[in-house]
């Protein structure tokens, strides 16, 4: 052991991580079941052991020491001593590195050897042995940050969710081939805050960026060996950590930063996905890098009855210990970190469901959600759950309490399935148009807990979900076994690229239905990076590890390319004016027909849909009317939110549907907003009378306005349509 003649001072258990004070750095760190704790410190380049200390002093379960004259910049490491016994759940091993789980910043990457292991490869019942090769020239190194930062007037942008638009994407991918961006940033942190990069965001009317995972991860070492990476990065190790691959200038704290403070001066909100459900660690044959050397009993949920193996909701091999105290802390400390102190506005959990299961059972009432639900920092912050794991009862679609969000799958495969073709679904696809009250009205939750997605990093883009119906992830290296099966895609006649002029027409117009149809639906939209570019993955489903062209953005168009944005550009803005579109609330139940309602639903008739129409197998085609006078919400003032009256129609039958248009203003007209079997061309612009009909074209979404007149009630929508409804009744 390499001793340092300089003295280490007892220091303080708290903060956890290490802390400079312009004078030395403290040092603490969590292990209940260690016997000692080494601090090893490093040059420079992390490459050579200079000294290492014994932590003096614990304090409860705390270890912790001051080094004096200690500076930001330093690089550090630490040793664990204890048991290493793992049919107990003890695996201390003191020969491997170990980084800090509150390390604010990393050095350098894993590199993968034998040596990361704290058991010998290819021995019989191998986990059980015990290695003594030290790691230390193979791993990252911890780094001591300045805790200062020059914020100037950055503020939360505090977008409310009925106006949030969400758009997901990949630090590196999405700016890697931007024109304009300077090469040296592309790719990276400051390559998002350049104004060619924030000009596209506010063309598309994003209020809110999701950054795929930043925190420390690691490559798994599989991967690698096939010349392929982790690049969404769902493999965290460091949870404080800004993952330094994304730095352009070395400086991964500061540089991340700065990005948040640009997007927020643009009035985005910057939204991180985070991943404390498992780390790189892995099952009980994984390596020793941190956690699973500070203390393996405490990190992770073990099996009851063997400790030596990993409870696994995941899929990855381990799962956190979110039930226990300290690991509950952990993840706790980390979300008010990057809160506090690096401004972001909220969070996407990765398998959230995992987090919640109080100990076993997913439990809406678990420490871990209740402990966000009560924390002031953290309750104010948009808190996204994905709502379900991989163990049994993890899927928990609409289980999470008031004040949290869900991605919705059931919002996805509706709408999917709908423009695909599939019969008998426009029942659920109205529900989930209105925002999907079946699974949120409980529990005092409005449309704004619905995150409406068609297409995310998961799964195909928009391009290739109406390009292709089978995955094609060769390119993976698994014989294209892994990815979804059930993507509920349709290529519009013809398997991938194509020269078939018909075939890219219906692929453009199906690309329109869909993203016209996300944005025009109640609940909180999300955007995946790129779809409204056209951007291909050539059938990958599952670009985990493409860490290329296959999953950049394109930033080169073509004009149908140039069109598609300027077509969502332009429905976005539509979003944006309509508040009838952006409801905070439910519609109310179905009254009586003498009372206003804010919705009716309408076949092509002209006549309001029965009930029987809803059940119909081959119906393909409905309209919605929203009144704009019927809204029944407050704007921030006080003043009753008004809006247009609006007509969706939605059309995914193959052929032409005369629509009789319907209307309860004589002397107001409907005019077209968007009509997705038109493109981007120049609408006509006639008027149409309540009673004319309009030819809604094969697969095709119309919005029609009828600006509201003053002094107008939308109480003779109810009327008209009781008035329409017996003379309908009695042609059956």
């Known amino acids: 052991m390499i001793e340092s003649r300089v003295a280490i001072w007892p220091g303080r258990p708290y903060p956890l991580g290490a802390t400079w004070d312009g004078e030395g750095v403290n040092f603490a760190v969590y292990s209940q079941h260690a016997e000692l704790v080494e601090l090893c410190l490093f040059d420079a380049r992390g490459r050579r052991e200079l000294a290492r200390h014994r932590l003096p002093e614990r304090s409860g379960f705390v270890w912790h020491g001051y080094l004096p004259g200690a500076a930001p910049g330093l690089l550090y490491g630490y040793r664990a001593y204890g048991p290493y016994r793992p049919e107990q759940g003890h695996r201390f091993n003191a020969n491997k590195l170990l980084l800090d789980p509150y390390a604010r910043a990393l050095a350098g990457r894993v590199r993968w050897t034998d040596a990361n292991f704290g058991y010998r490869i290819g021995a019989d019942r191998a986990d059980l042995t015990f290695d003594w090769r030290d790691n230390a020239p193979a791993m990252p190194k911890c780094r001591v940050v300045r805790p200062d930062y020059d914020w100037q007037d950055d503020r939360h942008p505090d977008t409310s969710w009925s106006d949030t638009v969400v758009y997901e994407l990949h630090v590196r991918g999405f700016t890697a081939q931007h024109p304009q961006v300077p090469p040296q940033l592309r790719g990276t942190y400051l390559g998002?805050?350049?104004?060619?990069?924030?000009?596209?965001?506010?063309?598309?009317?994003?209020?809110?960026?999701?950054?795929?995972?930043?925190?420390?991860?690691?490559?798994?070492?599989?991967?690698?060996?096939?010349?392929?990476?982790?690049?969404?990065?769902?493999?965290?190790?460091?949870?404080?950590?800004?993952?330094?691959?994304?730095?352009?200038?070395?400086?991964?704290?500061?540089?991340?930063?700065?990005?948040?403070?640009?997007?927020?001066?643009?009035?985005?909100?910057?939204?991180?996905?985070?991943?404390?459900?498992?780390?790189?660690?892995?099952?009980?044959?994984?390596?020793?890098?941190?956690?699973?050397?500070?203390?393996?009993?405490?990190?992770?949920?073990?099996?009851?009855?063997?400790?030596?193996?990993?409870?696994?909701?995941?899929?990855?091999?381990?799962?956190?210990?979110?039930?226990?105290?300290?690991?509950?802390?952990?993840?706790?400390?980390?979300?008010?970190?990057?809160?506090?102190?690096?401004?972001?506005?909220?969070?996407?959990?990765?398998?959230?469901?995992?987090?919640?299961?109080?100990?076993?059972?997913?439990?809406?009432?678990?420490?871990?959600?209740?402990?966000?639900?009560?924390?002031?920092?953290?309750?104010?912050?948009?808190?996204?759950?994905?709502?379900?794991?991989?163990?049994?009862?993890?899927?928990?679609?609409?289980?999470?309490?008031?004040?949290?969000?869900?991605?919705?799958?059931?919002?996805?495969?509706?709408?999917?399935?709908?423009?695909?073709?599939?019969?008998?679904?426009?029942?659920?696809?109205?529900?989930?148009?209105?925002?999907?009250?079946?699974?949120?009205?409980?529990?005092?939750?409005?449309?704004?807990?619905?995150?409406?997605?068609?297409?995310?990093?998961?799964?195909?883009?928009?391009?290739?979900?109406?390009?292709?119906?089978?995955?094609?992830?060769?390119?993976?290296?698994?014989?294209?076994?892994?990815?979804?099966?059930?993507?509920?895609?349709?290529?519009?006649?013809?398997?991938?690229?194509?020269?078939?002029?018909?075939?890219?027409?219906?692929?453009?117009?199906?690309?329109?239905?869909?993203?016209?149809?996300?944005?025009?639906?109640?609940?909180?939209?999300?955007?995946?990076?790129?779809?409204?570019?056209?951007?291909?993955?050539?059938?990958?489903?599952?670009?985990?590890?493409?860490?290329?062209?296959?999953?950049?953005?394109?930033?080169?168009?073509?004009?149908?390319?140039?069109?598609?944005?300027?077509?969502?550009?332009?429905?976005?803005?539509?979003?944006?004016r309509h508040p009838a579109l952006r409801r905070r609330s439910f519609f109310p139940e179905r009254r009586r027909r003498h009372e206003q309602r804010s919705v009716v639903w309408f076949g092509p008739d002209g006549l309001e849909m029965s009930d029987a129409e809803w059940q119909h197998g081959f119906a393909r085609c409905l309209g919605m009317y929203l009144a704009g006078d019927a809204i029944d919400e407050q704007d921030a003032r006080g003043s009753a939110v008004v809006d247009d009256d609006l007509l969706l129609l939605l059309n995914a039958h193959h052929a032409d549907v005369p629509f009789i248009l319907p209307g309860f203003r004589a002397n107001r007209r409907w005019r077209i907003a968007i009509d997705t079997a038109r493109g981007t061309r120049p609408y006509d612009t006639g008027r149409h009378a309540p009673g004319d009909i309009y030819p809604l074209a094969p697969r095709s979404l119309v919005l029609l306005v009828q600006p509201r007149a003053p002094m107008e009630t939308a109480t003779a929508i109810d009327k008209r349509a009781a008035s329409l409804r017996p003379a309908k009744d009695a042609e059956r």
């Open 192 to 576: 998002l805050a350049q104004p060619a990069v924030i000009d596209h965001l506010q063309r598309l009317g994003v209020t809110a960026v999701e950054l795929l995972p930043i925190h420390f991860f690691v490559d798994d070492r599989e991967l690698m060996r096939r010349g392929l990476a982790n690049y969404w990065g769902y493999n965290s190790l460091g949870f404080f950590a800004p993952d330094p691959r994304y730095s352009a200038l070395g400086d991964a704290v500061g540089e991340f930063r700065d990005m948040v403070k640009a997007l927020h001066r643009a009035g985005i909100e910057v939204l991180l996905d985070v991943v404390y459900n498992h780390t790189a660690e892995g099952n009980h044959l994984g390596p020793t890098l941190a956690y699973r050397g500070l203390d393996n009993a405490v990190y992770y949920r073990l099996m009851h009855d063997n400790p030596r193996y990993c409870r696994d909701f995941t899929g990855c091999g381990n799962t956190l210990a979110t039930q226990h105290p300290q690991v509950l802390r952990l993840v706790l400390d980390s979300l008010r970190y990057w809160v506090e102190e690096m401004h972001v506005d909220g969070f996407r959990f990765d398998l959230a469901s995992a987090l919640a299961r109080d100990p076993v059972a997913f439990d809406a009432s678990s420490a871990f959600l209740d402990a966000v639900g009560q924390d002031p920092v953290l309750s104010r912050r948009k808190l996204i759950a994905e709502p379900w794991d991989l163990g049994e009862g993890g899927y928990q679609v609409g289980g999470f309490p008031a004040g949290w969000s869900e991605w919705n799958p059931n919002y996805r495969d509706a709408v999917r399935a709908y423009w695909k073709g599939d019969g008998g679904l426009i029942g659920d696809l109205a529900t989930r148009l209105t925002g999907s009250s079946d699974l949120y009205a409980r529990a005092n939750r409005g449309p704004a807990a619905s995150i409406n997605f068609v297409t995310a990093h998961d799964g195909f883009t928009l391009h290739d979900l109406v390009s292709y119906e089978a995955k094609h992830n060769e390119a993976n290296g698994e014989d294209n076994r892994d990815g979804h099966n059930h993507n509920l895609s349709w290529n519009c006649g013809e398997e991938g690229p194509t020269a078939d002029t018909a075939v890219l027409a219906l692929r453009a117009r199906q690309k329109r239905n869909l993203l016209a149809t996300l944005l025009f639906s109640q609940g909180v939209p999300m955007l995946l990076a790129g779809d409204e570019m056209g951007r291909t993955q050539r059938g990958n489903n599952n670009a985990y590890c493409q860490d290329n062209a296959t999953s950049w953005v394109n930033w080169a168009l073509g004009e149908e390319d140039r069109e598609l944005l300027d077509f969502v550009a332009h429905v976005a803005g539509l979003r944006r």
